[in-house]
């Protein structure tokens, strides 16, 4: 694809689909799914207090924890299943032809995938050192509940966010 073009779709500082994008390319799943009648699962991550990340290690830092989550994403998610960015801390991925437990087994997964990633950095005096025990929140919401719409599949899985949230972070939230 032509840069412009490739720019238009992918978010720069992690590669992946940027929100207008991802909209796009989950609409299609989506529509496919209703036809077929196949279970199909979103799930929103957000990663917890990485505003302390953002105010307390810099910019840079920041931003190297957002690729080192999306490239997380991209290594434990199939091929697939469609990863993109909303911006900010934010996270999406649709799951085509995926039962809710098997859903929530993921998320699980990427839950404790998040908990275990160490990003490496430098300090600003130029050591180099990891950052660990950076956690997410996940909220799932599945087609079997809330239908094959993108409107309200991403409303149900914002609120199950919220709701993970509120219980304390670090979990994985069922719409
Ligand atoms: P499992 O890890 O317990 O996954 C159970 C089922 O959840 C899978 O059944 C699949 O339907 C769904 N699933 C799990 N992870 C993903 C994912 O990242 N994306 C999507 N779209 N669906 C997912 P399936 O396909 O019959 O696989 C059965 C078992 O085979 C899996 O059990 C796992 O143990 C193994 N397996 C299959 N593919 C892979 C793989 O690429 N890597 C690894 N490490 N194991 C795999
Ligand atoms: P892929 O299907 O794109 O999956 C990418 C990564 O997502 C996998 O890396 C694994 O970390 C995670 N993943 C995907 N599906 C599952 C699953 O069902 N269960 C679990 N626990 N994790 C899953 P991994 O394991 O290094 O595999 C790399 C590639 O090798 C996969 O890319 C896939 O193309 C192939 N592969 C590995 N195991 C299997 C398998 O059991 N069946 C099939 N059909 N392909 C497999």
Redesign the pocket.
């Known amino acids: 694809l032509p840069q412009w073009r490739r720019s238009a779709q992918r978010d720069s500082k992690t590669g992946l689909a940027n929100a207008m994008y991802w909209d796009r390319l989950a609409s299609v799943e989506l529509s496919r799914a209703r036809e077929r009648r196949t279970s199909t699962a979103v799930l929103l991550l957000d990663m917890d207090h990485f505003k302390r990340v953002n105010d307390d290690l810099g910019h840079l830092a920041g931003d190297s924890v957002l690729a080192a989550v999306a490239l997380l994403l ?8 469609v990863v993109g960015r909303f911006g900010g801390e934010e996270f999406v991925i649709l799951l085509p032809a995926t039962e809710p437990a ?1 859903a929530e ?2 998320a699980q ?1 990427v839950r404790r995938s998040v908990a275990a990633l160490r990003v490496p950095l430098t300090t600003a005096e130029g050591q180099p050192h990891e950052l660990v025990g950076l956690t997410a929140s996940i909220g799932v919401a599945t087609s079997q509940r809330f239908g094959y719409e993108l409107p309200s599949l991403l409303a149900a899985a914002d609120s199950a966010l919220l709701a993970a949230k509120g219980s304390g972070r670090n979990l994985v939230t069922m719409a």
């Open positions: 991209r290594t434990n998610i199939r091929r697939g299943d098997e087994a993921i997964r």
